[in-house]
């Protein structure tokens, strides 16, 4: 015991137990000494120098080997020798806040802790395996690219390139220049000019109300009008507009102004516009067209096919944004070409229709008359050398504010009158060719005679039982000897050669909306009709139709159709004649010719009615007339004033006829002298030579 109480005991590093509690006992030198405790305390899994210790010392109170000899060593107390036992094992504070010792594991518990691994330290990221797997997915990516782009520019490309261009491809109308129309010398009264288009885009339109403040003065269109314009809108086929007319034949100068705005989404392109050099010159004849040179009214409504020609297509490619315009060798097709109108040459001799409006205006202007025409015809061949009406408008502004509808009217073919006493040329016509008189026939006249409830009177009463010559009923105009040589007649044959010279239809002239007029049928028709239809009362004829009747007598008894159209003028330049106009025989030439010497009697007899209408070193024949002015089927206040003649008398070449619908009427002293400078005028521009011979000496009152 005294051997083994007095051996040391040393621990496994070499320490005496006492020394190992020494350096417990002064944890600075523990820590100074052995300076590689952090590190083991980090790779033991971070616990601490007294876990490590316990496992390799053995506690204070158990037995140790003594130099490895296999026997139990106890630590004996003494001076020298005996260990001081280790200090306790630091105390937790209790969760309660208690001062107690903290209890002790459980051995089994302590050999589970003891005998667990410590964690793996973390393994680090390996940066080639990174940089590998980033490379192979950019490689991965730009293969999926390549084989697209492979894709879209080999496999589909000109479907997508297609599709492309049809997003940006717009298709326009290309105008087809509308035909001119000419006189006869081949004056031009209208044309087309070059001009411009106005469009819009409104998918491009940035600012409407801007644009359409800014276009408006330059357009004279209305600021609320061209915003309805330029409102977005779909096409046929779902797809939004991009091409809206704004205006139609706008001038070149305006175009400009326009574009010089650089206004997004507008812009100009070539147009045609009609321009009408005289005004007013037989405006009422050639009519006007719209702002898609469309013909609304007169010729230009008429001939409106053969005027206008046919459209052709264009498509273009435009850009997109701030860039839409034409795109300079883009897509670019002329889908139709434009198919240019043909033009039409007329009958109208624009010096005659200057003069011939001329009067008739001044004429109008003179007794305040309401409504005017005057007729020129070709006895011959029918042509209309000159149609005037008043009132008028300038064809080239049909639209003034200041021009009512009936100013455009044609009231040659549209005024429709009670004809008054030209009407009885057609009576002494048919009782010659039906042989009821002959022209040394004398009618016994009275005053007035009845017929019916009216009694009609004569302005040139003659005692009762006084014999007329027909050249004096004409002469005087007498009611009663005309009513006479109706009676003689009968009521069926009057109204047949009414029909033989075309009364009561449309003379088929070539104007839009003409009227026919109106005869009365003999079953139709009252007491007061036999006096009043003679001498032209319900009756409603023309001007125009009234002026073929007295054709017809200057031309041998032929009735021609008047007409307006001479020929057509293809786009190549090659005329081809209008056809040829209705002819039909009336009378014989010889009846003929004794009407016209009767209507001589008019303008020469001292007294006679037409006195003023005599042209000095031509012989003339005419009738006056004094009417009513029928409306809607009902006569107006005033009356129809008119005259028509023809000259020379012996050899005629032309008729005119003057209508002038007056306050007060008038009959030849209003429209005789008209007649008389028209006629005049005619003679010297065609440059008909004087009459040789005399008119007859007519004797009125036979005895």
Partial sequence: ?????????????????????????TPRATRSTDPFRPALQVLDGGRTGGGRTARRAPAVGTTTSAAGTGRTVRPVRGDNDVTDPPPPPRRRPRPGGGGGPARRPAPAAARRRQSRKPPRPPRLADPHRRLRVGTLLVLVIFAVVAIRLVVLQVLPAQVYANGGVRDRIVQVDVPAPRGAIYDRSGAALALSVEARYVYADPTRLKDPAAAAEALSPLLGIPRSELLKRMAPRNRPNGRPSEFEYLARGVEIDTAKKIMALELPGINTDRDERREVPGGDLAANLLGFVGEEMIGLEGLEARYDEVLRGINGKREFEVGQGDLAAPIPGGHDEVITEAQPGSSIQLTIDRDLQFEVQRVLSQTMQRVAGSTGAAVVLDARTGEVLAQASHPTYDAANPLDPNTK????????????????????????????????????????????????????????????????????????????GTIKVADALGKEKLYEYQQKFCLGRATGVGLPGEAAGRLLPPDKWSGSSYGSVPIGHSVDATPLQMATVYAAIANNGTWVQPHLVKETIAPDGSRTAAPAPRTQQVISPENAAAVRTMLEAVTTVPDATGRKAA?????VAGKTGTGARLVDGKYVPGEVASFIGMAPADNPRYVIAVFAHTPKGGGGDIASPAFKEMMGFALRHYRVPPTGTKPPNFVVYPR
């Fill in 1 to 25: 015991m005294g051997g083994i109480s007095g051996a040391r005991a040393y621990t496994p590093r070499g320490r005496t137990v006492r020394e190992t509690a020494d350096l417990r006992r």
């Fill in 615 to 619: 042209i000095p070193g031509y012989r």
């Fill in 405 to 480: 509808p009936t100013d455009r009217e044609d009231a040659a073919t549209s005024f429709v009158v009670d004809p008054g006493s030209v009407h009885k040329a057609i009576v002494f016509a048919a009782a010659l060719e039906e042989g009821v008189v002959r022209p040394d026939t004398k009618v016994p006249v009275a005053p007035a005679i009845k017929r019916g409830d009216q009694t009609f009177r004569d302005t040139h009463p003659a005692p009762s039982g006084t014999l007329m010559s027909l050249p004096g009923i004409m002469a005087y105009s007498s009611n009663v």
